[in-house]
């Protein structure tokens, strides 16, 4: 093949890497077969073409009936199984198509390498749905995230990436419906994230820290009226016990997540006040209970109501489930930890009070206290002790002192692994 001028159309373009071929029509390549010059300029942006002795000819007849351009047909075919996700007409209650999901799903199953070309083809369709301001299709989006991870668990590494960057993208929209969405999809992936690519990776790591203090801050929130107030805490509650319950929250490298969840736990309890005998019996009985999971069946309830709900179940849930709910998930955060987190753990809970000054609430804070030690073992209560005791004799808030820091309670990792 000297030059491009001897190519006939009596042979067929193969693609040198193993795609199928598939059928086009005359008039999209008229133009090229009238130019030559256009066809040298394919070959030169595809490289991998094979040509045999006599292709391409510059006469009228159409090429062959299956013809590959690589350049243009990379970025093909997961996009169009995607698109046919979408509902033609804009609906009430927008919901991918199932047929065309469960081919997709089928599609990713079988070639878990494409996983990556539709995670990175989701993250830009969401993207620019959140710049044109298509709610409807953002939720589209994120149910097809859904099904992505639900399905593909095992291969999660593929689109982890994609996936962390559109949840950290909808959380600051402001919009709560969009963010109960979001927190329903981070609730799924923190159940299959053990955590092993945070370290590989800085973009991501940076990522899903940011993405962590978003849905902390929403468990804080401060709303003007208790409306706005308890839909934001019960997003950010929910992303927070599927932290806690997920294995990445544990990890070695992982040591900085204490200081975001203890303060979005601590600021979802009601402490009652030192005349108030009777809250403070039922507080003990219900810390009691947790020792012996007797809270397990109301949490299970409550997660079942909100996992089966595509909107935010505000009408449902009271602050005095939230208040609940935050003594079962620093139970479990605590039953959970390694010794070596347990410190973070302490730490985190004595800076809190240093903070918000609710060491006046004395029998508050023991029963506070006395849920972390509960859940732990005897050896390893003695590390909550020396961090308490550490922090009692420094007088001063330390969280206000940024320049001299925390006192050290004279414990390091050496000596807690021993314990």
């Given at each position: 093949m000297s030059t491009i001028s001897q190519i006939t159309t009596t042979d067929v373009v193969l693609h040198a890497g193993g795609y199928r071929p598939y059928p086009v029509r005359h008039y999209r390549y008229k133009k090229y077969i009238a130019h030559p010059a256009r066809w040298a300029i394919r070959i030169a942006l595809s490289p991998c073409f094979l040509f045999c002795?006599?292709?391409?000819?510059?006469?009228?007849?159409?090429?062959?009936?299956?013809?590959?351009?690589?350049?243009?047909?990379?970025?093909?075919?997961?996009a169009t199984l995607i698109e046919k996700c979408y509902p033609a007409e804009k609906i009430s209650?927008?919901?991918?198509?199932?047929?065309?999901?469960?081919?997709?799903?089928?599609?990713?199953?079988?070639?878990?390498?494409?996983?990556?070309?539709?995670?990175?083809?989701?993250?830009?369709?969401?993207?620019?749905?959140?710049?044109?301001r298509r709610s409807n299709d953002i939720k589209i989006d994120l149910a097809i995230f859904n099904a992505l991870v639900n399905s593909c668990s095992k291969d999660l590494s593929f689109f982890i990436k994609n996936l962390v960057f559109s949840l950290r993208d909808v959380t600051i929209t402001g919009d709560p419906e969009l963010i109960w969405l979001a927190?329903?999809?981070?609730?799924?992936?923190?159940?299959?994230?053990?955590?092993?690519?945070?370290?590989?990776?800085?973009?991501?790591?940076?990522?899903?820290?940011?993405?962590?203090?978003?849905?902390?801050?929403?468990?804080?929130?401060?709303?003007?009226?208790?409306?706005?107030?308890?839909?934001?805490?019960?997003?950010?509650?929910?992303?927070?016990?599927?932290?806690?319950?997920?294995?990445?929250?544990?990890?070695?490298?992982n040591r900085s997540e204490p200081s975001v969840l203890i303060p979005a736990i601590l600021a979802n309890m009601s402490p009652p006040s030192l005349s108030d005998r009777r809250s403070l019996a039922t507080l003990e009985s219900m810390i009691e209970s947790l020792a012996a999971d007797g809270d397990k069946n109301f949490v299970d309830q409550l997660l079942a109501s909100l996992e089966g709900s595509d909107n935010i179940c505000e009408d449902t849930v009271s602050f005095g489930d939230l208040d609940r709910w935050a003594y079962?998930?620093?139970?479990?955060?605590?039953?959970?930890?390694?010794?070596?987190?347990?410190?973070?753990?302490?730490?985190?809970?004595?800076?809190?009070?240093?903070?918000?000054?609710?060491?006046?609430?004395?029998?508050?804070?023991?029963?506070?206290?006395?849920?972390?030690?509960?859940?732990?073992?005897?050896?390893q209560q003695t590390i909550v002790i020396f961090e308490i005791l550490s922090q009692l004799d420094w007088r001063s808030p330390w969280g206000i002192a940024a320049d001299t820091g925390p006192p050290t309670s004279g414990l390091n990792d050496a000596d807690i692994k021993d314990s």
């Open positions: 002795s006599s292709c391409l000819s510059t006469s009228d007849h159409p090429p062959p009936d299956y013809i590959l351009f690589s350049p243009f047909r990379r970025y093909v075919k997961h209650d927008p919901t991918p198509k199932s047929n065309e999901l469960s081919y997709l799903i089928y599609y990713a199953q079988s070639k878990p390498a494409k996983l990556a070309k539709l995670g990175s083809y989701l993250e830009k369709r969401i993207q620019r749905d959140l710049y044109r927190s329903h999809t981070f609730t799924k992936f923190c159940a299959y994230h053990d955590g092993s690519t945070l370290s590989i990776d800085p973009d991501l790591c940076s990522a899903y820290r940011g993405l962590i203090k978003t849905f902390g801050s929403y468990a804080q929130s401060n709303a003007v009226s208790d409306f706005e107030r308890l839909r934001y805490r019960l997003i950010g509650l929910r992303a927070v016990h599927a932290l806690v319950e997920s294995s990445a929250t544990y990890s070695s490298d079962h998930i620093l139970h479990r955060l605590a039953k959970n930890s390694h010794a070596s987190h347990i410190r973070s753990l302490a730490h985190g809970v004595v800076r809190y009070l240093d903070l918000t000054d609710m060491w006046s609430l004395r029998e508050w804070v023991t029963l506070l206290f006395r849920c972390i030690m509960d859940a732990l073992p005897p050896h």
